[in-house]
């Protein structure tokens, strides 16, 4: 269970399966939402040099951006909790989970999730962190939106889901096209994207191709307050982006 970190560090903590010689040790942090109000507790590692040190030797150079929490999953989280009747009882696929936090939302609204992320230590986060929120877990699938396993695509089943939610995973451009891709292959026609992005071209790019391919884009922006500091100019854009019923896109 949750077992205090020795008394040199007391604000330190670790998890069963994490693995702390190589990912440091855990904190716990308190996050309001910005327009609900609602507050979830996160855990998250709290050396980041020695994150950086460990990301070096991985052979596709991803950075452990999963350990930070960003301005997109805190609006997306948010989003959902103003409209949760869009989730519940709804499955849904989130792609790049990181912490947790949207995931954790999610749940909160009552959605069956599936959360997916390259990173391994990300999804047992999510697991831990949705437990201690919300008293659930959601189904986890390690994934690289590059290279989608056949397993991944046999789990959710060849209807496609109804909802895809997804929280800043668009500020690589090697990215875009395979989420692209992804997306069409795992979202329903007629389904909804949700996607929360902080205004990097990258994701603009994204949106624009997916409106010229006719799908409907409802927006809301999102100013904070951010619990960093740092990213308190950040505005955040979730779109509802819908796909439509009977166009088959081809990217
Ligand atoms: C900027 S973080 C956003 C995390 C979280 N959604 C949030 O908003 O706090 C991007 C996330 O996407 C994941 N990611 C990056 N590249 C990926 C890839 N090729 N396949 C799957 N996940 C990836 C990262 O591990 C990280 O968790």
């Avoid at 950075?63 to 709804?90: F, K």
Wanted: proline share 9%.
């Amino acid at each position: 269970m949750f077992q205090p970190a020795p008394r040199s560090q007391p604000s330190t903590v670790t998890i069963p399966g994490w693995d702390r010689e190589r990912f440091g040790p855990l904190r716990e942090r308190r996050i309001v939402l910005p327009r609900t109000g609602q507050g979830f507790r996160l855990l998250q590692p709290v050396d980041f040099d020695r994150l950086l040190e460990f990301a070096a030797n991985d052979p596709e150079e991803h950075l452990p951006y999963w350990a930070e929490l960003w301005p997109s999953g805190i609006a997306l989280a948010d989003a959902i909790l103003l409209d949760p009747g869009t989730v519940r009882g709804t499955t849904v696929v989130e792609l790049g989970c990181g912490l947790g936090l949207t995931a954790a939302a999610a749940l909160r609204a009552g959605a069956q999730l599936v959360a997916t992320d390259y990173s391994e230590a990300a999804l047992l986060l999510t697991r831990w962190n949705c437990r201690r929120n919300v008293g659930r877990e959601p189904a986890v699938m390690q994934l690289n939106w590059r290279r989608p396993s056949p397993d991944f695509f046999a789990a959710l089943g060849s209807t496609g889901v109804p909802v895809v939610l997804a929280a800043d995973v668009l500020y690589e451009r090697r990215d875009l096209e395979p989420l692209l891709v992804l997306i069409e292959r795992i979202l329903a026609p007629g389904g909804l994207l949700w996607l929360a992005e902080p205004g990097r071209q990258t994701a603009a790019d994204f949106v624009e191709q997916l409106r010229t391919a006719g799908w409907h884009d409802e927006q809301d922006t999102w100013t904070g307050p951010w619990p960093d500091a740092s990213d308190s100019p950040v505005v955040v854009t979730v779109h509802r982006l819908r796909r439509p019923s009977h166009v088959s896109v081809r990217w």
